[in-house]
C-alpha cells in the first residue's frame, strides 16, 4: 500500500489543522493505521492509532484530548484532527499501516509498522 500525506501548514498556538492520509489500493480497511511525528533533532514518536474498523483508538498522552484519529474506509483516508495545538507539537507527521493487528502495548513503536508515508510538515508559533 502507498500513503500520501497532506495537510501540512502553519499554525498559531491554540489554533486546529486537520491531516490525512490518503491509501492506494482496494484494501485499506484491512490495515491498522498510525501516526507519528518527528521533531527536529529528536527522534520518531507515536502520536496515535486506530483499529482496522475504526472503533478503538490509542493516543499519545501528550495529544490526548487535543488530538483525534479517524478513518473513512470508503475513502481510503485516516485523518488527524489536531485542537488546541502546542509549538512543541511542531514536527513532521507520518502516517503509517501494519499489515497486521498490533497488540496495544505494542501500538507506540513504529518498528510496527510496514508501510508509510512521506511526512508532512505542521509548525505552530507561539
Known amino acids: 500500500v502507498q500513503l500520501q500525506a497532506s495537510g501540512a501548514g502553519l499554525v498559531q498556538a491554540g489554533g486546529s489543522l486537520r491531516l490525512s492520509c490518503a491509501a492506494s489500493g482496494r484494501t485499506f480497511s484491512r490495515y491498522p493505521m498510525g501516526w507519528f511525528r518527528q521533531a527536529a533533532g529528536k527522534e520518531r514518536e507515536f502520536v496515535a492509532h486506530?483499529?482496522?474498523?475504526?472503533?478503538?483508538?490509542y493516543y499519545a498522552d501528550s495529544v490526548k484530548g487535543r488530538f483525534t484519529i479517524s478513518r473513512d474506509n470508503a475513502k481510503n483516508t485516516v485523518y488527524l484532527e489536531m485542537n488546541r495545538l502546542k509549538p512543541e507539537d511542531t514536527a513532521v507527521y507520518y502516517c503509517?499501516?501494519?499489515?497486521?493487528?498490533?497488540?496495544?502495548?505494542?501500538?507506540?513503536?513504529?518498528?510496527?509498522?510496514?508501510?508509510w508515508g512521506q511526512g508532512t510538515l505542521v509548525t505552530v508559533s507561539s
Open positions: 486506530i483499529r482496522r474498523g475504526g472503533g478503538t483508538t
Open positions: 503509517a499501516a501494519s499489515k497486521n493487528d498490533i497488540i496495544v502495548t505494542a501500538v507506540r513503536m513504529y518498528t510496527m509498522y510496514d508501510y
